[in-house]
């Protein structure tokens, strides 16, 4: 890959990071809300047993966001180094180049399609 390449995806990694890291500072602030609205009892509704699943169904997938956000933003951290040491769009598994179509796709692409299907499928059986 070109250094022009390289810069143009150095710069999307980078305003990609910052809109995770921006969603990620959102995600935690409403999930310190949450958790403090019910540790100190004010919630905006009855203790019903529907509501508090709902709440709790909430929170876990705010977790689970969170959790998946997290686990994003290292792939891009990952993405950069790969960048730095000039192995970005170089596939880990075969050594083949990453299609420019796939990493625009996916900027955090470690694999090749066809290196990626492989591993998908032995993930399913």
Known sequence: MNKKDLARFKKLIETERKRVVSQLDSIEEAISDRTANQASGAQGYSNHMADIGSDAME???AFLHAS???DYLRQLDDALK???DG???VCEDCGGKIPVKRLEAYLAAELCITCKSRQEKLQRS
């Open 82 to 84: 790969r960048i730095q």
């Open 68 to 70: 998946q956000g997290s």
């Open 87 to 89: 192995t970005y769009g």
């Open 59 to 61: 929170q876990e997938q």
